[in-house]
C-alpha cells in the first residue's frame, strides 16, 4: 500500500501499529510525500479515527496507479511506467526508492528513481 503523507508544512508522522489487545506493537514513520506500508499494516491503522480524520481532511490519500490491464495497483512495478514515475517523484524514503530500484527491471523507472535517490542524498550532503 502505498500512502501520501501531505498535510501543508508536514513532518515526521509517528503512528502506532496496534495488536490484537490493542496495545502498540510497533511504531512505523511516514515522512511527508509516498510512503509503503503493508496491507496489514494500513488495515490495522486506518481505523484509527485520528487517521479517519486526517483522511477525510485530506491529509492522508491512499495512492494507486494502474496496470498494463488498467487494474488500480500498489506495486510499483506492476503500474505503468508514468504512474510509477510520478509516485517515485514524491517519495523522500530512501529505503522505501532503493527496495523498488531492486524490484523493477524498467530502464526509464529504473533512471527515476535512480535520479530520485541521488536528489535526496545531495540534500543530505548540503
Not at 501531505?6 to 489487545?21: C, F, Q, Y
Not at 509516485?87 to 530520485?116: A, M
Amino acid at each position: 500500500m502505498i500512502v501520501n503523507w501531505k498535510r501543508k508544512n508536514a513532518g515526521l508522522k509517528t503512528i502506532d501499529i496496534p495488536n490484537a489487545n490493542g496495545k502498540t506493537e510497533r511504531t512505523i514513520f511516514f515522512l511527508p510525500g509516498n510512503n509503503e506500508i503493508s496491507e496489514d499494516d494500513w488495515k490495522k491503522i486506518k481505523s484509527n479515527k485520528q487517521i479517519q480524520e486526517e483522511i477525510k481532511m485530506g491529509d492522508i490519500e491512499e495512492i494507486y496507479g494502474v496496470d498494463e490491464s488498467n487494474k488500480k495497483t500498489t506495486s510499483i512495478k506492476e503500474m505503468k511506467a508514468e504512474d510509477a514515475i510520478k509516485i517515485i517523484s514524491e517519495t523522500y524514503d530512501l529505503k522505501t526508492l532503493k527496495k523498488w530500484r531492486k524490484q523493477d527491471s524498467r530502464d526509464e523507472v529504473r533512471s527515476e528513481l535512480k535520479n530520485r535517490i541521488e536528489y535526496i542524498n545531495r540534500g543530505k550532503e548540503e
